[in-house]
């Protein structure tokens, strides 16, 4: 049964509502998808580079996988309700306990196909929610099945097996087609779930490339658990061994010395393909400490993949300082002195360029070969170290232009984005929620996505202590040096934080305690796990008052207590919950320190300093269905922003703008997920555009208006413009008179 609040707390809560509205009104803008780029600006974004969009690239894909192009269509149809288009697993591949998606399917064949291309892995960066888990799983899949055919055959074809045929005719054993034959079809098509290796061309240029060795998943420590389970939920188990080694994961799937891995001699001995290795980065030193060999009187490290898959690779994997880049260039200098393949090395993320398309240098670094991308006939050469470095270089270039608040002329932008796409295509499978696949929109997968931008005032009554602070951070900007460059450097972030948590708490620049602190997120981490010895409480109730974005807070969670709208599906799952993230750790602190006692509300605050076994206990009891606690998580951007599937949660709450735009839609992506049950989803992003910090400093950064540029305007707007319009003409004809 869904709580129903008694009317003392709904009176409570709106009085609350009402002290809180004095003095400011909000204005609404519902955004239907929000993180297109906006074509006339250069910025961080990047579009579709999916490269199996096309009616030849999907049928040479079905063609590969012995699948009818017409079943394919009536096996559609048959799924979908009559005038309806939806998408349905419908291939799945031996090893594997769940189907694709035809996008899915797409996806895995085209980096399976990379290699053909001269690269020794590339870029899985689906829109969050289409599910990469499951691609990296079926990438997995599809590799052991095409070694086993590619072992099966070849032990046919070997002159012992086919002496042993000669003489015994009815032979049981396994029988393919004559090496040199020009069949068409392999009775064991079937049984691997591609054209096989004796007959297709194809398929023997791919296996033959293919690298043997176990599979390692790299994923942040908080992500091994859970994909241990889901692993052995989605794969058989008893073709694929998954492990999982370091202190996160539970004993049952602990890797062993026991396990045949120790015996790794550079060269995959049998079985050592069949293991699924999830680690996180912290734990890679001491696996290669463990499986080691001598090589000429001295140890090295003798672990060698065949697969490396890093998932959510950028929050590692993008600093040269890394132990993950390190390592990955260890293992590619081991294959040159070896008759072992190069690993294949696959970036996974939804946040592959962050801040600049420098963040993906040290992956295509790896990815490269010199000899062969330098050629400019080559299809990689836009993707070489020269071209590359030229393509960063413009992008530097064209971003301090617009941060001087200067315009591209539209040629060069055109220009860049097409050298950024020339660049991606050959190394990236990436789609958008809003793109679609053979002519229909993977939005049809989920409920629609919107998101309401709610633009805050700060109080009037406020505004001097805000200017008196922006005054005294301009102050520390060298002369000759703009303030937007200055601020929008990273290694300047933590001067404006101040000014940026007081977007959403006015009150806080004016109080004198607020100087007693820096709110960053190292003195978050200095002070007691539980929040409740907080150094930051005696003066919470001073520094929220007066706080718009705080009442459009709790006016959320009012809705979120009173909705009875029940999940399709679920079994008593009346109540939402709701995810509130802010993009300040300090922001997050103060924010659940601030939450009225309501009847109903259950809040749980993920802090930094809780461990990875304390967090994972709460982000577990908010995933139960039910009105089990708690309803309300609160977090930060950088805790809670990547890598947690939340779809329990309807409600979504961000209580500012990040520095990036990506980071703010991958907040959301933990809520609005393709192919979630719920029905509808309520998506908010509260902002301060009046703020010189969040308004000028932030979402300026984001490059162009929030809304791209047809940002629609409310009424208010429209008559304020249409004002303006007819001072001007009254000015022009006073002036011509």
């Known amino acids: 049964m869904g709580f129903q609040r008694s009317r003392t707390t709904q009176a409570r809560l709106e009085l609350t509502l009402a002290e809180d509205k004095t003095d400011y009104e909000v204005k609404v803008t519902e955004d239907v998808d929000f993180g297109m780029a906006n074509s006339g600006i250069v910025d961080a974004y990047i579009g579709s580079c999916n490269t199996g969009n096309a009616e030849t690239n999907w049928h040479s894909c079905l063609d590969f996988f012995r699948i009818n192009i017409d079943e394919y269509k009536r096996q559609m149809a048959s799924k979908a309700p009559e005038g309806q288009h939806v998408r349905v697993p419908f291939k799945k591949f031996p090893g594997m306990s769940v189907g694709l998606f035809d996008y899915q399917l797409m996806g895995v064949y085209n980096l399976i196909r990379l290699q053909l291309n001269h690269v020794s892995g590339g870029f899985l960066c689906d829109e969050q929610g289409l599910g990469k888990t499951q691609e990296m799983f079926g990438l997995i899949a599809l590799a052991h099945n095409l070694r086993r055919c590619k072992t099966e055959v070849r032990e046919f074809w070997s002159p012992k097996a086919q002496s042993s045929l000669g003489v015994k005719r009815g032979s049981t054993c396994v029988r393919h087609n004559a090496k040199g034959s020009e069949a068409r079809s392999c009775q064991y098509d079937q049984k691997y779930g591609f054209r096989c ?36 939920t989605k794969l058989d188990i008893k073709s ?41 980065p912290e734990s890679i030193d001491k696996l290669n400490a463990e499986l080691t060999i001598i090589v000429k009187g001295k140890k090295k490290s003798a672990l060698l993949p065949g697969i490396i898959m890093l998932d959510e690779f950028h929050e590692y994997a993008l600093s040269q300082e890394g132990r993950t880049l390190a390592w990955l260039s260890h293992l590619k200098k081991c294959t040159l002195s070896s008759q072992q393949p190069s690993p294949l090395v696959y970036f996974v993320s939804g946040t592959p360029i962050d801040k600049s398309p420098a963040d993906i240098g040290p992956p295509i670094t790896l990815l490269e070969k010199p000899d062969l991308w330098s050629q400019p006939a080559h299809p990689l050469f836009p993707a070489s170290s020269s071209q590359f470095q030229d393509l960063v270089t413009t992008f530097n ?35 958008l929620v809003t793109d679609s696949f053979l002519s229909r929109p993977l939005t049809t997968l989920s409920c629609p996505l919107k998101i309401s931008i709610i633009n805050h005032p700060i109080p009037q009554p406020l505004r001097p202590s805000h200017l008196a602070l922006k005054n005294h951070l301009l102050a520390l900007v060298p002369p000759d040096t703009s303030p937007l460059t200055f601020f929008r450097n990273p290694r300047n972030h933590h001067h404006l934080l101040p000014l940026l948590i007081s977007s959403t708490f006015p009150s806080l620049p004016s109080h004198p305690s607020s100087s007693n602190f820096q709110f960053t997120d190292s003195e978050i981490l200095s002070f007691p796990s539980n929040p409740i010895l907080s150094p930051y409480r005696p003066y919470i109730p001073s520094w929220t008052s007066n706080s718009p974005k705080l009442a459009s807070v709790l006016s959320a969670i009012s809705d979120m207590l009173s909705d009875a709208f029940r999940i399709p599906g679920a079994a008593s799952c009346s109540l939402k919950k709701m995810l509130l993230l802010s993009p300040h ?23 930094p300093a809780l461990g990875q076994a304390d967090r994972q206990k709460v982000i577990d009891g908010f995933l ?10 609160v977090m930060s951007l950088a805790t809670g922003g990547t890598g947690l599937n939340l779809q329990r949660a309807s409600y979504c709450v961000i209580t500012g703008a990040a520095w990036t735009r990506r980071e703010v839609e991958q907040g959301f992506g933990r809520v609005w997920r393709v192919g979630q049950r719920a029905s509808k989803v309520r998506l908010e992003l509260l902002v301060c555009e009046a703020g010189w910090a969040e308004g000028e400093v932030v979402l300026g950064g984001w490059g162009g208006a929030l809304l791209r540029g047809d940002k629609k305007k409310t009424k208010e707007e429209e008559e304020e413009e249409e004002e303006d319009e007819e001072g001007d003409k009254e000015g022009k004809d006073g002036g011509n008179k």
């Open 240 to 280: 694929l061994k998954i492990r999982g080694y370091g202190k996160n994961v539970q004993k049952d799937n602990q890797l062993t010395l026991r396990d045949s891995l120790p015996e790794y001699h550079y060269q995959a001995g049998a079985g050592q393909s069949d293991y699924i290795i999830f680690i996180s």
């Open 585 to 607: 750790e300090a922001e997050s602190h103060i924010m659940f320190l601030c939450l009225p006692k309501l009847r109903g509300l259950r809040p749980a605050y993920v802090h």
């Open 624 to 633: 139960r269905e039910g009105n089990a606690a708690p309803n309300l998580l």
């Open 197 to 232: 290796y004796c007959y297709h061309e194809q398929t023997r240029q791919i296996a033959d490339l293919l690298p043997d060795g176990p599979n390692i998943v790299v994923a942040p420590a908080r992500s091994c658990g859970p994909l241990i389970r889901e692993a052995r």
């Open 397 to 431: 270039a064209h971003l301090n232009t617009q941060s001087l608040g200067e315009l591209v002329p539209p040629g060069q932008v055109k220009a860049y984005y097409a050298r950024l796409t020339d660049l991606l295509t050959p190394l990236m499978i990436r789609r």
